[in-house]
């Protein structure tokens, strides 16, 4: 019987690097395509874990036929990759230097580690039209902020927002077209786009998230999303909180929109005056109302139930 094996491998859009942790398992170079990878996946040993960061999407691919053949996938942060590469002392940076910590941190930490799994197709279509989303969004402001004190060009920058806004709204669109074809989906979206100062935008973004990873606990949400607070204490000294901000930063944006929305209304703002009182700055108190929303969230979605005003006002 042959030995499961830690692989690690470096995706691109056209090749893959693959390494493993164990020392005689050379480096590999693979073409990005279907029937390359399934050849190659066939041959690893059963139980075989293998480890990839995620890059959009071009990891998918291998990621999924891995999945179906029955080896573990684990698909990485980067960001939790390039520390650990510094931690383990690499001084280079290269295609095959990086395939090899991947390989190394899965056989090193892979207990701890939450095995990848494919959405479905509607998920994946779901996915890939928030990123999208996000990507249209982050450019439209960043216009926005270049033209703002060029007078001279405002009647263009208000058109090309005019355009940003179309096709925004088509992407609402599309979602909520998909949403709606299932009726349990559907039925999900209305109960979570009823939370006041919630709406269609961030309620197809909740939907989105909650659906495709089912989390155990509100908490696990927060910290899904990078709204957990992170400590930094040590000895006697207590460090300033910040934010993780490990998870999606376009839904972890939403739900700050939302919470700005949210501490004008009769339902949400007494928690935000409540933050205020307690010495907290206004970014500080917005940040509590996004987790509270959050977690809000998670319980309609997890338990089917619908909003209650009187447990906001019980928390």
């Known amino acids: 019987m042959q030995t499961p094996l830690s692989i690690g491998v470096d995706v691109s859009k056209d090749y893959l690097i693959v390494a493993c942790a164990q020392q005689s398992f050379a480096h590999t170079k693979l073409a990005n395509r279907r029937a390359v990878l399934f050849a190659w996946l066939k041959q690893l040993p059963a139980g075989s874990r293998i480890g990839m960061e995620a890059t959009g999407s071009y990891h998918e691919l291998l990621a999924r036929l891995a999945h179906r053949l ?25 295609d095959r230097v990086d395939a090899a910590v ?12 939450h095995s990848w799994y494919p959405p479905s197709a509607v998920q994946r279509q779901l996915q890939r039209l928030m990123r999208r989303r996000a990507k249209l969004t982050s450019a439209r402001s960043s216009m926005r902020a270049t033209l703002r004190d060029v007078t001279s060009l405002r009647a263009h920058s208000r058109a090309l927002l005019k355009h940003f806004d179309a096709l925004i709204a088509k992407i609402d669109a599309q979602a909520r077209e998909l949403i709606k074809a299932d009726q349990q989906r559907e039925q999900a979206f209305q109960r ?12 197809i973004g909740l939907l989105t998230s909650l659906e495709r990873w089912a989390l155990p606990r509100a908490d696990a949400f927060v910290a899904f999303i990078g709204l957990d607070p992170r400590p930094e204490d040590s000895g006697k000294k207590s460090g300033r909180r910040r934010l993780s901000k490990r998870g999606d930063p376009e839904l972890r944006r939403l739900l700050y929109v939302a919470a700005m929305s949210a501490s004008r209304t009769r339902v949400w703002a007494p928690l935000y005056q409540r933050a205020l009182a307690r010495g ?5 108190a917005l940040v509590v109302l996004a987790r509270h929303i959050a977690r809000t969230a998670w319980s309609i979605y997890t338990h089917r139930t619908h909003f209650d005003p009187q447990r906001v006002q019980r928390a």
Do not use: F
Request: aromatic share 6%; charged share 25%; glycine share 8%.
């Open 70 to 94: 029955g080896l573990s996938v684990y698909v990485l942060n980067p960001k939790d990759l390039r520390h650990y590469a510094k931690a383990t002392g690499q001084r280079a940076k290269t």
């Open 102 to 113: 991947v390989a190394r941190y899965v056989a090193k930490e892979h207990e701890h580690l």
């Open 192 to 203: 979570l786009d009823a939370i006041p100062a919630v709406g269609h935008a961030v309620g």
């Open 280 to 284: 907290l700055a206004r970014i500080e």
